[in-house]
């Protein structure tokens, strides 16, 4: 079963197309057909003059405060190059506002 949304290039993956879209802008079309889903609760962020790296994993360690290490195990390693990185930080962004919005303030 594939699915698609088509969507204006400069829109975040949730905003409908919009009717007065201007003529001539190029859509992309969000193929999830091979998406595989992972979760995590850690991430940790590297970077060099040219690449940003994510790093994400699970904290399996369900002891508390009694442990005095904690084992992270790293699952998944996304590169982005300064750019890519800066547009998914303005997302990232812009998704939280509008959850908090929604469901009030995250405090962190």
Do not use: H
């Not at 992972?38 to 060099?48: E, I, L, P, Q």
């Not at 399996?60 to 300064?82: D, E």
């Not at 800066?86 to 939280?96: D, S, V, Y």
Request: proline share 6%; glycine share 8%; with cysteine.
């Amino acid at each position: 079963m594939e699915k698609s949304n088509t969507t204006p290039a400069a829109t975040a993956p949730a905003t409908p197309v919009s009717a007065s879209r201007p003529e001539g802008t190029p859509t992309v079309t969000w193929d999830d057909a091979k998406m595989q889903t992972s979760y995590a609760n850690v991430c940790n962020v590297m970077g060099t003059r040219e690449e940003i790296m994510l790093l994400f994993g699970a904290n399996q360690s369900w002891q508390g405060g009694a442990q005095k290490g904690v084992t992270v195990a790293l699952t998944n390693r996304i590169v982005l190059n300064p750019y890519a990185a800066k547009r998914l930080a303005l997302l990232l962004n812009q998704g939280l506002k509008e959850y908090e919005s929604r469901y009030g303030e995250l405090k962190v």
